[in-house]
């Protein structure tokens, strides 16, 4: 049977030196073979896995995301690192990333977004007593 696409004829390993070593080329090379559909591996020891916003979304009305959820969630308990879920936007998604053994998450639920210049204000709004070495 002929391979109908590139994802079925080509796979590319990318090794975590060569990500280091210029993150920025990685990032827009990897994301012009996810747009052509190859199937791309990397070699990392890792030290958190985050599970994106989409999964998290679908994971409560398809029943194929809420496996994946759960494979990423056990994989990362078995490796002994931590698992962060993105794109939590409601009570439920939280309550079912929570029934899975999830253990951090960040999304509109928790906060709006805000910009880099406001991070400190808001930390510090957020803990009381607590001042910042240099601001």
Known sequence: ?????LR???EIEITESALVR???????????????????TCDLKLDKITI???????????KED???????VGLAHA????VAAEGIQDSA????????????GQGYLYSDAISAEHVLDVIEADVPGLQLIGR
């Open 79 to 82: 490796l002994g690192i931590t």
């Open 52 to 62: 994106d916003g989409s999964f998290i979304h679908s994971m409560i009305s398809e």
């Open 8 to 10: 079925e004829r080509l």
């Open 93 to 104: 998604q939280q309550a079912a990333l929570i029934r899975t053994g999830g253990e951090q």
């Open 22 to 40: 210029n993150l920025e080329a990685a990032q827009e090379i990897l994301g012009g073979l996810r747009e052509a559909r190859a199937f791309t």
């Open 1 to 5: 049977m002929k391979p109908d696409s």
């Open 66 to 72: 809420a496996g994946i959820v759960r494979a990423l």
